[in-house]
């Protein structure tokens, strides 16, 4: 499970360390692809599997379907660390994010997310003004 938030950077080779308490969990088999919202997605290779599972259901001829497949999956990349902990992240990906330099790792209990720090601010400061709104839409869902 992953939780928490973290603070690193990009390297001049854009390589970024990833933060010890995730390291355990992203071994060989994990992957990172364009997430939603602005950020990337990391999954662990067990996560990942279960996803293109449920992906690989979907049916062919919902374009929907299709379009959100298309999206998980072209910018798909096993996820490589180096023995201090850092990976590599292709440029695609980081023009994606429109990441910069400074990012923020953020534990999204089965994923890792990756956004650029700006970024993932305006994103959480949205998230607080809309408080009452989420949990009053969640309590529908009983939680």
């Known amino acids: 499970m992953f939780i928490g938030t973290y603070y690193?950077?990009?390297?001049?080779?854009?390589?970024?360390?990833?933060?010890?308490s995730f390291r355990t969990e992203l071994t060989p088999g994990s992957v990172?692809?364009?997430?939603?919202?602005?950020?990337?997605?990391?999954?662990?290779g067990e996560s990942?599997?279960?996803?293109?599972t449920k992906l690989e259901a979907l049916p062919l001829t919902s374009k929907p379907a299709r379009?959100?497949?298309?999206?998980?999956?072209?910018n798909a990349t096993p996820l490589d660390t180096d023995k201090l902990g850092r990976t590599l992240l292709p440029e695609n990906l980081i023009s994606?994010?429109?990441?910069?330099?400074?990012?923020?790792?953020?534990?999204?209990?089965?994923?890792?997310?990756?956004?650029?720090?700006?970024t993932y601010h305006a994103y959480v400061d949205g998230l607080s003004s809309a408080e009452n709104e989420l949990s009053a839409s969640l309590s529908e869902l009983g939680i």
């Open 67 to 74: 379009d959100f497949l298309r999206l998980l999956t072209y």
């Open 32 to 44: 990172v692809t364009k997430g939603l919202d602005g950020c990337l997605f990391i999954f662990t």
């Open 8 to 20: 690193h950077s990009l390297d001049e080779k854009n390589r970024v360390s990833i933060p010890i």
């Open 96 to 118: 994606l994010a429109g990441i910069k330099k400074d990012v923020v790792f953020a534990g999204a209990l089965t994923r890792v997310e990756i956004w650029d720090k700006a």
């Open 48 to 52: 990942w599997n279960k996803l293109v």
